[in-house]
């Protein structure tokens, strides 16, 4: 049974590359285009693995990770971020966010900088599905 994998961009070439590398590598992409309908389809899907573009309208994918991290039936599941901001603004940005709300949220299974380089990228996959 091919593991579920759910890709959260706006983007929609983003989420082409990614669903296809998901495809051809032999996991079941499901995609969402916002943090919003990104939560929706993991609470409904499970997904082994979802992987998360940061900004994004409607919802980010920062609030996205913070909701899936505190939701108990949820954060289990390893998270890829996917960004044109680099790793320490983003980590960076989490710190000032746990401080704020006094909570402390884990670290994603992988950052990925845009553009993603395909074998950088199914490497996290398979590293983060162990």
């Known amino acids: 049974m091919a593991k579920k994998v759910l890709v959260v961009d706006d983007e929609l070439d983003m ?13 079941k992409p499901l995609s969402a285009v916002d943090g919003k309908e990104g939560l929706e389809v993991a609470r ?7 992987i998360l573009d940061v900004m994004m309208p409607r919802e980010s994918g920062i609030n ?32 000032i966010l746990d401080e704020y709300k006094g ?6 299974a ?14 996290a996959i398979q590293n983060s599905l162990k």
């Open 44 to 50: 409904q899907k499970k997904p082994s693995l979802i």
């Open 110 to 123: 992988a950052y990925i900088e845009k553009p993603p380089e395909p074998d950088e990228l199914f490497e």
């Open 64 to 95: 996205m990770y913070r909701e899936l991290k505190n939701d108990p039936d949820l954060k289990g599941i390893p998270v890829i971020m996917l960004s044109a901001l680099s790793k320490k603004t983003f980590f960076h940005s989490q710190k």
């Open 103 to 108: 909570e402390k949220i884990p670290e994603p």
């Open 15 to 27: 989420r082409t590359f990614i669903t296809t590398l998901l495809e051809t590598s032999g996991y």
